[in-house]
C-alpha cells in the first residue's frame, strides 16, 4: 500500500496510471474504520484496477464542535486494516492541504430542499461541509467510480446532487448496510456507546422492521408514531422517524401503495447519535 500525505503528489501518481488505462476506484473515509468501510473497498477492489481509500476527519461537516473532537481516531488500527485487504494507496492529508485558505468563508452548494430536511434539518450546514469536502477530495483523486454506504442514504443523494453540480464524469455506487449480528448498523460512532447503550442501540433496526411489516396504504403517521414510541422504550431520544419517497426522499404521511418507499431515522443513545435506514417496498 501506498501512502500519500499531499494532494499534489497522489495527484500526479493517479493521473501516470489513468494514462496507462488503470481504473481508479475511491472510497472516502473519516477513519475509525469497520467492516462496512472494507466492504466497500472490497467493491472497489473487485470493479476496478487500483483502490484509494482517504481518511479524513472533516472539520467542516460538524455542526456541533463537541461531535468533532470526539470523533474516534485509530489511525494505526486503520492502517493495519488497509493493509490486511491490499489497499492499493491511503490518502492521509492534513486540513491545511484540503483547505489551505481555512475553513471559514467558503463556497455554497445549491442542493435544494436535501439541505434542510431531515438530516439537513437537524444538522444546519452539515450537508455543506460533506459537499465542501467531497469536492475537494474527488478532484485531487479524480477516481473513474465512487463507493460509498448506503447506511448515509441522504449524504449518498447528496453526493450525487454534487457530482451533476461539478458536472462529473464519476460514477457514484451506493453499497448496501452492512450489519452486526444483532442488526445494527455498522459504524464508527458504535464504539463510543457504552454497554448497556450498546445493548439497547438494536431497537433502531427493530423499528424498522416493525414499519416494514406493518407498512399500510394510506395514511401513514399513527405507524411512524409507533415506531418512534418503540425507540424511545429503548431510552433514545429520537430526532426523526420518516418514511419518505426513495427516490426524491420527500417525506410522506399518505401512501398510494405504489410509491417506492424508504424509512429513515436519527435518534440518541445518550451522547451517540445513530442513522439507518431501510428500503420498504423495493
Known amino acids: 500500500m501506498i501512502l500519500f500525505k499531499r494532494a499534489n503528489d497522489i495527484t500526479a501518481y493517479i493521473r501516470q496510471q489513468q494514462a496507462s488505462g488503470l481504473r481508479i476506484g475511491m472510497v472516502p473515509t473519516m477513519g475509525a474504520l469497520h467492516q462496512g468501510h472494507l466492504s466497500l473497498l472490497e467493491a472497489s477492489k473487485k470493479n476496478t484496477n487500483l483502490t484509494v481509500c482517504s481518511i479524513f476527519v472533516n472539520p467542516t461537516q460538524f455542526n456541533d464542535p463537541g461531535d468533532f473532537q470526539k470523533y474516534p481516531v485509530t489511525l494505526e488500527k486503520d492502517i493495519y486494516a488497509l493493509e490486511k485487504i491490499s489497499v492499493d494507496i491511503l490518502f492521509l492529508p492534513d486540513v491545511a492541504d484540503i483547505y489551505p485558505r481555512g475553513v471559514t468563508g467558503l463556497e455554497h452548494y445549491d442542493l435544494g430542499y436535501l439541505d434542510h430536511i431531515l438530516e439537513g434539518q437537524y444538522r444546519p450546514g452539515h450537508f455543506q461541509g460533506v459537499c465542501q469536502v467531497m469536492n475537494r477530495l474527488l478532484t485531487i483523486v479524480q477516481p473513474d467510480q465512487l463507493y460509498m454506504g448506503q447506511k448515509d442514504y441522504q449524504q449518498c443523494m447528496v453526493v450525487k446532487k454534487l457530482l451533476e453540480i461539478m458536472r462529473s464524469t464519476i460514477v457514484l455506487h451506493t453499497c448496501a448496510t452492512l450489519r452486526e449480528p444483532d442488526g445494527l448498523a455498522m459504524s464508527s460512532r458504535n464504539m463510543r456507546l457504552s454497554e448497556p447503550e450498546r445493548k439497547k442501540a438494536p431497537a433502531i433496526y427493530q423499528s424498522l422492521l416493525f414499519l416494514k411489516k406493518n407498512l399500510r396504504q394510506g395514511n401513514l403517521s399513527e405507524l411512524v408514531a409507533q415506531a418512534g414510541s418503540l425507540l424511545k422504550e429503548n431510552d433514545?431520544?429520537?430526532?426523526?422517524?420518516?418514511?419518505?419517497?426513495?427516490?426524491?426522499?420527500e417525506p410522506l404521511l399518505q401512501w398510494d401503495g405504489q410509491e417506492k418507499l424508504v424509512a429513515l431515522i436519527a435518534a440518541y443513545q445518550r451522547d451517540v447519535r445513530l442513522i439507518d435506514n431501510m428500503l420498504m417496498n423495493s
Open 236 to 249: 433514545f431520544s429520537v430526532d426523526y422517524v420518516a418514511i419518505a419517497n426513495a427516490a426524491t426522499l
